[in-house]
């Protein structure tokens, strides 16, 4: 059963000046820095086509901060800490906004996003080798369309914002690729459906 669609747009001055902010510098591993620029580039690239008006930027600080976790992770909302868990190894992060309410509706202030921060071939066997950046490009640029206030994924399983992904690893690390459940795409290139531009316009138009 899909997820019921929900989207958070954030509030006015940030949807006003169509940029959101990305600091990812507490992640210190070198191929994960390297697939949040390149996905922050692709998306943006993507936004452009797609007559989506925001574009995001790596600045310090930003409006999202993105963070490895080593399975439990933090971050504060209102003077106080809220925690999680996120497993190292697989592939998909943890998205969580902080949102305000005006006149009814939510809107979103702030996101952090948490990465795992070894992401295996294979969970299930310890030595099994780490990703590829490919992979890791995709699974940053998936959070970020969450922080942009997609909260639920497509409906339809297709292209970035899909529910699950199946990985393809057959060779090096930099040849690896994951699509989207039960789908013949491979990613990267980054690819939206239909579905996530249309929501994306109604919030960025």
Do not use: C
Not at 16 to 44: F, G, M, P, Q, Y
Not at 166 to 182: C, I, M, R, W
């Amino acid at each position: 059963m899909a997820d019921p669609v929900e989207d958070v747009p954030w509030i006015t001055p940030v949807r006003n000046a169509a940029e959101v902010t990305i600091d990812a510098s507490a992640v210190r591993d070198a191929t994960w820095t390297k697939a949040i620029t390149a996905a922050i580039s692709e998306l943006n690239a993507l936004f452009t086509a797609s007559n989506v008006n925001v574009t995001l930027k790596a600045a310090k600080p930003g409006l999202v901060t993105v963070a490895l976790s080593s399975e439990k992770y933090s971050f504060p909302v209102g003077g106080q800490v809220q925690s999680g868990v996120l497993r190292t190894d697989i592939l998909h992060g943890a998205t969580r906004s902080i949102d305000t309410i005006i006149r009814d509706k939510r809107a979103r202030e702030r996101a952090y996003i948490f990465l795992p921060q070894d992401p295996k071939v294979d969970p299930q066997k310890a030595r099994s080798r780490t990703v590829g950046e490919p992979v890791m490009r995709v699974v940053a640029a998936h959070e970020f369309l969450h922080a942009l206030g997609l909260d639920t994924h497509d409906p339809g399983m297709l292209g970035l914002l899909a529910k699950s992904m199946s990985l393809n690893a057959y060779g090096k690390p930099a040849d690896d690729t994951v699509s989207p459940f039960g789908s013949q795409t491979k990613m990267p290139p980054l690819t939206l459906s239909g579905n996530t531009v249309a929501r994306l316009q109604a919030m960025w138009p």
